[in-house]
């Protein structure tokens, strides 16, 4: 069981604006969102059962002054209006996407990238580019090899962990799909794979700020063009 957890200590009635019928939300406790990156939107009981969240809206939000910690307490209505009076003062469990890594504390060394376009939907494929980027400055494009300064690695790979592995990484459903794969190898000795597109996102699906694969592009296009 996960040690991310809140706790629901509180019942708020609401009447809705469609058809004047009241239904419930409840209100958390204080936990720290630093163990939650992402919008809750399962949650599980003792037993394991999951809950689904329809409505997550902070509240209230504090940092704790000897963890740095940012601390809230949030509004939860769950789907179907799911009466969970029977869970109150109990703890429930939250936790992260699968696809979510935590990169706030790693370093990347290497990032290995392979990024194929196909004509149409699911036509052949077009073209396939093997990317290798690598701490030191050295950058592998197919067959060619290029070299950079360490700090313009370095400020690229800063961007890359705010892309793929912070509490504003979001992961679209249609960005690539399994076209654009990424490797990321950590000082840690961990190796993680991706597949798809990430991107920062400001709050919903559609605001897009800024995606992986363009990222790279980025980097590419002052290298090339550097030569």
Excluded at 7 to 30: A, H, P, R
Excluded at 54 to 69: A, F, G, M, S, W
Excluded at 166 to 174: A, D, F, G, Q
Aim: hydrophobic residues 30%; charged residues 30%.
């Amino acid at each position: 069981m996960s040690d991310n957890n809140l706790i629901l200590e509180d019942i708020k009635s609401n009447t809705s604006y469609l058809d004047g019928s009241i239904y419930k939300t409840y209100i958390t406790n204080l936990f720290s969102y630093t163990k939650a990156h992402h919008r809750i939107q399962y949650l599980y009981d003792e037993n394991d059962n999951v809950h689904s969240v329809e409505l997550y809206e902070i509240i209230d939000r504090k940092v704790d002054p000897d963890t740095n910690d940012c601390l809230i307490r949030a509004e939860l209505e769950f789907v179907d209006d799911e009466d969970m009076d029977y869970l109150l003062n109990k703890p429930l469990y939250f936790k992260e996407p699968e696809w979510f890594h935590d990169l706030t504390h790693e370093e990347i060394v290497q990032l290995d990238c392979v990024f194929e376009e196909y004509e149409d939907v699911l036509g052949p494929l077009i073209e396939r580019k093997n990317i290798s980027i690598n701490v030191d400055g050295k950058i592998q494009l197919d067959s060619k090899t290029y070299h950079v300064s360490e700090s313009i690695i370095q400020d690229f790979f800063d961007e890359i962990k705010m892309n793929m592995g912070s509490e504003k990484t979001y992961k679209p459903n249609l960005c690539g799909g399994e076209s654009n794969q990424y490797i990321l190898h950590l000082k840690s000795g961990k190796v993680i794979e991706y597949s798809g597109d990430y991107a920062l996102c400001d709050g919903t699906p559609y605001g897009f700020e800024q995606y992986t694969k363009m990222i790279v592009d980025d980097l590419l296009k002052q290298v090339i063009d550097s030569f």
